[in-house]
């Protein structure tokens, strides 16, 4: 059984930073791609970023140069660094991992339960 457990969302004023931590665990073998996702309401779910085992990142258009994201494999955990926040940023934020497990052994993706960013003008 796997686990992603996210931390770091909250309220922040426009401008302003937060920090997402996504930690996976259970009966891991490997971790091929983390990432977050986000959901606004009325939209659909969006890519933010990805980032694969070998430190390569993708990002959404619309967060490029204000997000960051990293990745400690050692801890199978995945941090979005947000700053120059905006209002429309505001969404619950999904972290997904695409894990290898002993049991069954085949890779799989996994959601995390989700953690509320609200920017505020």
């Known amino acids: 059984q796997v686990q992603l457990v996210e931390s770091g969302g909250g309220l922040v004023q426009a401008g302003g930073s937060l920090r997402l931590s996504c930690a996976a665990s259970g009966s891991i073998i490997s971790i091929n791609v983390m990432g977050w996702y986000r959901q606004a309401p009325g939209k659909q779910r969006e890519l933010v970023a990805t980032i694969s085992s070998r430190l390569r990142t993708v990002y959404a258009d619309s967060v490029k140069g204000r997000f960051t994201l990293s990745r400690d494999n050692s801890k199978n955990t995945v941090y979005l660094q947000m700053s120059g926040l905006k209002p429309d940023d505001t969404a619950i934020y999904y972290c997904?991992?695409?894990?290898?497990?002993?049991?069954?052994?085949?890779?799989?993706?996994?959601w995390g339960q989700g953690t509320q960013v609200t920017v505020s003008s």
């Open positions: 997904n991992a695409n894990i290898l497990t002993a049991i069954p052994r085949a890779f799989d993706d996994y």
